[in-house]
Each structure stands twice: as structure tokens, then as C-alpha cells.
């Protein structure tokens, strides 16, 4: 299983901007209110600092994954302790995302099947992408997808140029102030953090010295991406509107009309974000079963896949319903995942790992 530069390019953006694309623009607005491209552009400038410092970080040891390296670094029971909180953050988001695909699809696109047929329905897709192309196959499906995301995006936008009101941008920082925008920044910036993922793929890349340009590249683009997004729903809708709605920027997709000609195109919303979570879905399901099978050294990872898979059918089945997943979204992942795993480990291993290999070169 080879990862070219290319792939992790397309990986990282279609990894991050569906999903921010849809479930952060609401909450930001309600803090950040109309200064909210300002807290969008803060959590880009992070989240590229975030993904240089994770691939940095595992170009220290680039054949070796996460697992390997960080017992490598820290000895076997630290490194354990370390892997396994990446682990208990690959297996708790994957029932939520699936959670959080049921719900979405069922409320816009197919109120008839219950939760459990369309989680199942994935899941399958899951299981076959992983088992048959593991990491080589989502990045494959990310060369397909990310091209299609981009085009879709761009053509929505230009679409809803003629909706903007540019009063609504107005005025600046005078309502937040610097702790709101802050507060807003959060959420995003827990979102690009998951980029950390590149501790564990650049030992799959057969050029790792392509893994910070293609890495920091993609999560750019995807910054980009979502900076124009939460911009044109902002200059549509406003914040007030904005921050009460669960799915702002699929409201202002439905709210497209030209020449009464071209409607009811929120297909193409629903398509970007199915692509996207597909692509999530897949990275974490292989995260978690590759990692977890080189804990417990066990030589064929596949074989985790059919232990792993109804476990996370199941954890989808107890989420209470989407509101679980936004408080999910707050709390777990800003004030747990971003601090320690995104932030905290990463610059750990960093420093460990640059102080042990400057020691080794001195004493030869």
C-alpha cells in the first residue's frame, strides 16, 4: 500500500472541507457573529501550522507509523499511552460521523429508510473500499472526489453571488471582539487539527520528502475553500439567521434561483458532503483498525475490520440524535482532541524526536 504526494494532497482537502463546510458555519456565527471569516482565517493559519508540525513530526522516522515511532521515542508503555488516545479519538468519531450521515440524508434526502439501513448502507461501502484497497484505494477515491468537491463548490458560489447583501459583513470586530472570535475559532481549528492523521500516513507515502508541500497544500486549499463558503453564507443570510440555522450553508444552496430556471440544486450540497464523509469515514476506519493491529501486534489488519465494523454500527445505533453530536463536537473534540492530540503530542514527539537525533549525531 503506496500513498503518491498527489493522493495525500487530495486526501487531506476532501478529508477536512465537507464536513466543515456543513456543521461548523452555524456555531462560528453564534459566537463569532459577523466577524466570523476573521475566526475562519485564524483556524486556516493554525490548522497549516498544525499539519507542517504533524508531518514534520513523522518525517523523523518516515517508514515507521505513529505506533511505531512513538514507542521508538517514548519506550513501550508511554508510546502505548500515546497511541491509544489517538485510538479512543478514531473509534468515537467514526459512530458519530455515521450518526450525524443517517440524520443529514434522512432530513434532506431520504426521510423513509430508518437510521440503521443507511449506516448499514455505509458502512458495507466502508468495509469494501478498506478491505480491498486499504489506504492505496481511499486515496484513489480522494483523486476522484476532490476534483468534483472543488467544481461543485466553485460553481454554488458563483451561483450565489447575486444573493449578496454587503451590509451584512458590517460592522467589523465592533459586536464580537477578540474573545468571541476566539471562542469561534475553536471549532474549526479542531477540525483542520484532525489533520494529525499525517503522523500515520506519511509512512505509507513512497516520496515521504513530498509530505509537507502535498500535506500542507491540500489543508490550505481547504482553508481557502471554506473562508469563501462561510463568506457567502454570512453575505447571503446574515449572521442573526445564520446562527440559528443547524445547516446554513445548505439553506443558502436551497435558496439559489436563476431566471427561475435553475433551482433546487441542493443535490449538488448533499453530493460534496456524501463525498467528503465517505472519504473521512474510510481514512479513520483504516486508522483504526491498521493502528490498533500494530498495538496488539496482530500481522493481518484486515482481519480487525470485521470486529471493528460492528462496533461502530453499534455506537451509531446509541448516539442519542444530532444535537449529541454538535455537544460532542464542543466539548470533546475542542477542549480534548485539539489540546492534546492535535497540539500537544505531536510538538512532544517533535522535540523529543529533533533532541534524540541531534544527541545521536553528536556522539558519532
Not at 456555531?27 to 476573521?38: C, F, T
Not at 475562519?40 to 518516515?62: E, M, N
Not at 436563476?258 to 472519504?279: G, K, R, T, Y
Request: proline share 5%; glycine share 6%; charged share 10%.
Amino acid at each position: 500500500m503506496k500513498l503518491s504526494g498527489l493522493q495525500i494532497f487530495w486526501l487531506m482537502f476532501t478529508f477536512e472541507t465537507g464536513n466543515i463546510i456543513l456543521l461548523t458555519i452555524g456555531p462560528v456565527m453564534e459566537d463569532a457573529k459577523q466577524d466570523l471569516w476573521i475566526s475562519y482565517l485564524i483556524a486556516s493559519f493554525l490548522g497549516v501550522f498544525i499539519v507542517y508540525i504533524a508531518t514534520k513530526t513523522a518525517l523523523l522516522h518516515p517508514k515507521h507509523s505513529l505506533v511505531q515511532f512513538s514507542r521508538l521515542l517514548l519506550g513501550k508503555w508511554l508510546g502505548t499511552l500515546i497511541v491509544i488516545a489517538y485510538l479512543i479519538q478514531w473509534f468515537s468519531v467514526i459512530g458519530n460521523i455515521l450518526r450525524e450521515f443517517s440524520d443529514f440524508t434522512i432530513t434532506i434526502l431520504l426521510p423513509t429508510p430508518p437510521p440503521w439501513a443507511l449506516n448499514q448502507t455505509m458502512l458495507f461501502l466502508l468495509i469494501y473500499v478498506t478491505y480491498v484497497g486499504g489506504i492505496e484505494g481511499i486515496g484513489r477515491c480522494s483523486e476522484v472526489f476532490g476534483p468534483i468537491i472543488i467544481i461543485s463548490v466553485i460553481m454554488l458560489v458563483v451561483l450565489s453571488i447575486k444573493d449578496f447583501d454587503t451590509q451584512n459583513i458590517m460592522p467589523i470586530f465592533i459586536d464580537s471582539g477578540i474573545p468571541s472570535i476566539w471562542k469561534g475559532t475553536l471549532i474549526p481549528l479542531a477540525f483542520f487539527g484532525e489533520s494529525v492523521t499525517m503522523l500515520m500516513l506519511v509512512s505509507f507515502m513512497n516520496e515521504p520528502q513530498k509530505a509537507i508541500k502535498s500535506a500542507v497544500w491540500g489543508i490550505a486549499i481547504s482553508a481557502f475553500t471554506v473562508c469563501i463558503v462561510s463568506l457567502c453564507v454570512l453575505l447571503v443570510l446574515g449572521p442573526e439567521i445564520s446562527a440559528k440555522l443547524r445547516h446554513p450553508t445548505f439553506d443558502v444552496v436551497s435558496y439559489i434561483s436563476v431566471m427561475d430556471f435553475v433551482q433546487n440544486i441542493e443535490i449538488i450540497a448533499v453530493l460534496v458532503w456524501i463525498l467528503s464523509v465517505f472519504i473521512k469515514l474510510s481514512l479513520y476506519f483504516f486508522l483504526a483498525c491498521y493502528g490498533a493491529a500494530q498495538l496488539f501486534n496482530i500481522k493481518n489488519w484486515r482481519k480487525l475490520i470485521w470486529i471493528a465494523a460492528p462496533l461502530f454500527f453499534i455506537l451509531a445505533q446509541l448516539y442519542p440524535n444530532s444535537s449529541y453530536t454538535f455537544g460532542y463536537m464542543k466539548t470533546f473534540w475542542v477542549y480534548y482532541a485539539l489540546p492534546i492530540n492535535m497540539v500537544g503530542i505531536p510538538l512532544l514527539l517533535l522535540a523529543i524526536g529533533s533532541f534524540r537525533k541531534k544527541y545521536a549525531h553528536a556522539k558519532h
